[in-house]
């Protein structure tokens, strides 16, 4: 121990005479000087703590002790921690893990510990016999009946109390008044304004006649707006543009000039082709109904959304919660659709395009909408859209689907009506020609649904 001292002071003198000799300046090097001394009494500590374990070793050779066997009775030594007890007391292995082939007839039967370990001095109450493995865990109970004999699954998991508990059914009513003919529809064009749109914006002006002409023949009160799938830069979405656009696209406007109102959507259609190719169509629709819902949303119209792309949508969110924060304008969720005119052919992504439609194929067959070929005819896709869409006219939404469309009751103005059909496809009330409610009646539609 003397030796270890002298050394220390030792090296402690040559690092201050080393250190004595630099320029003030370079003093700053004592962290280096301190670092030293640390680790120097660290190994120090450790070689006072080896030659300590040397000297323990060496005292148990002397007394005959074997340190594998340093007491069985010890309970650290087999306290269930290990094998028998804690380990697989029925928490861990009751009949799933250790069958009686774990630890119950090889690891504490005497094999393993042959009578020492595990025969009653150690063990006989505490470890393995009462508490730990007999009836909980391993000793040939692992599958027997403590597993899943009513420990396990006895009627809290599979019996009937888990998984066959009846719903609970509520009664649920949605309220609409008849405005003229039919339900106003509201349609907001999302259009990629991506570098490779511009044949399909061409195609979509010209085959636009396609579109309208069941909007005029039914008469149907409809409003128009149109956005882009990059709305992250102003020049492309400029609020003065967008409310220019709804201001021309109205049924008060093809009313008034068909030809002028044709041209009109012909000219703002065409949106460009300078946008960000990282396209956004569903949080695109997101934010212009956070931004018009109250200037333009009619809350009891319809809300047909029309994306028009291209490439796979890549907004952040899930769709389900884009869908949400567009409903939420709504009065009664049901009153959004969703239409999508994609690239169904070309599926392989390059490293600047990503391909695919599938998230606005979820939209649409989330809200009763469906999916058209972008590389398809023009004029028969937007012939069978705007068809699809002006039959919405006629038809009352249900915020919720039935439990059992055979109990709906549907009333108009207090009185049981039973003109009318359920369109589960739609989940709508759709009335039979002749039958739908006059301008301004009240209609009420009750169903059970599941809580």
């Known amino acids: 121990m003397k030796t270890k001292g002298l050394t220390k002071v030792l090296i402690m003198g040559l690092a201050l005479t080393v250190f004595t000799g630099c320029q003030e300046e370079e003093f700053y090097e004592k962290e280096y000087f301190d670092g030293a001394i640390e680790e120097f009494e660290r190994k120090q500590k450790t070689i006072e ?15 005959g002790i074997n340190p594998g066997d340093s007491d069985s009775d010890d309970p650290r030594d087999d306290d269930g921690s290990g094998d028998n007890g804690s380990g697989d007391d029925g928490s861990g ?10 630890d119950n007839g090889s690891g504490d039967d005497g094999s393993g510990d042959d009578g020492s370990g595990d025969d009653g001095s150690g063990d006989n109450g505490s470890g393995d ?23 396990g699954d006895d009627g809290s998991g599979d019996d009937g109390s888990g998984d066959d508990t009846d719903p609970v059914i509520i009664e649920k009513s949605d309220t609409f008044t008849q405005r003229g003919e039919s339900v106003p529809v509201d349609i907001l ?5 991506s570098g490779s749109m511009e044949d399909e914006q061409n195609a979509l002006a010209h085959n636009f006649n396609a579109f309208i002409k069941d909007f005029a023949s039914k008469n149907i009160d409809f409003q128009m707006a149109i ?9 492309y979405a400029k609020r003065s543009d967008e409310l ?5 696209l109205t049924k008060a406007k093809m009313d008034a000039n068909k030809d002028r109102f044709i041209s009109d959507f012909k000219k703002h259609i065409k949106v460009g082709i300078r ?43 899930s769709v389900a919660n884009h869908l949400k924060q567009i409903a939420k304008w709504k009065k009664n969720a049901g009153l959004v659709k969703a ?8 599926l392989v992504s390059t490293r600047y395009i990503l391909k695919g439609y599938d998230r606005y194929k979820e939209m649409s067959d989330r809200t009763g909408g469906y999916v058209a070929n972008i590389n398809d005819d023009f004029h028969t896709t937007l012939s069978g859209m705007g068809n699809n869409i002006a039959n919405l006219s006629d038809q009352f939404p249900l915020s919720s689907t039935p439990w059992d469309a055979n109990e709906i009751v549907v009333k108009v103005n207090g009185i049981e009506s039973v003109e009318w059909e359920y369109d589960a496809n739609q989940n709508a009330i759709k009335f039979f020609p002749g039958a739908v409610p006059a301008d301004g009646s009240s209609i009420e539609v009750i169903y059970d649904i599941e809580e």
């Open 227 to 235: 956005t882009v799938t990059d709305r992250n830069r102003r020049k």
């Open 129 to 151: 016999n009462g508490s730990g493995d007999n009836g909980s865990g391993d000793n040939g109970s692992g599958d027997d009946g403590s597993g899943d004999d009513g420990s």
């Open 189 to 193: 064009w999302v259009v990629d304004n």
């Open 49 to 63: 703590e080896d030659d300590l374990a040397e000297q323990i070793v060496d005292e148990e050779d002397d007394q």
């Open 275 to 317: 946008g960000y190719g990282l396209e956004k169509g569903l949080k695109a629709s997101e934010v212009f109904s956070d931004i018009y819902a109250n200037h333009w949303f009619r809350e009891d119209a319809y809300l047909a959304i029309v994306y028009v792309t291209d490439e796979r949508d890549q907004s952040e969110k």
């Open 339 to 346: 239409y999508s005119i994609v690239d169904m052919d070309n």
């Open 93 to 102: 292995d009751n009949g799933s893990g250790d069958d009686g082939s774990g």
């Open 244 to 248: 220019e656009i709804m201001s021309d």
